[in-house]
């Protein structure tokens, strides 16, 4: 299951547990959602929605200041660097108009195949 938010604005834990919500309707089985350690994932009320519904969802969070051990940020650096370069969209309007309509060039000596990712110890 794939799913995504376009929201404006700043991030609060309101928008946050829309997002959740959203994906708790689409969802036939359990959901394991990894999260990094932005202060409205670790709220009091993400941390209390979370608690009512946790026989249908789980927050995994990734360990701060250790972007080997996610794999989201080489994907965001890819994208921020060759795909959109410095002409980020800054609004809806702007994300339509800007998605690329292949997949941006891998860095090189990158592969697109499956491999395991390396771990580092941070």
Known sequence: MLSFMVFEGT???ATFIEFMKRLLKQATRKIYLIVDGHPV?????VR?????????LRLIRLPG?????????????????NALG?????????????????????????????????????
């Open 11 to 13: 991030f609060k834990n």
């Open 41 to 45: 994932h670790r709220s009091v009320a």
């Open 48 to 56: 209390r929605f979370v608690a009512d519904n946790a026989e249908r």
């Open 65 to 81: 200041y250790c972007p080997e051990l996610n794999p989201d940020e080489l994907l965001n650096q890819d994208v921020k660097t």
């Open 86 to 122: 410095k002409s980020r969209p800054t609004s809806k309007a702007g994300i339509d108009r800007q998605r690329p309509s292949t997949p941006a060039p891998l860095a090189k000596g990158a592969s697109r195949d499956s491999q395991p990712v390396q771990r580092k110890a941070c």
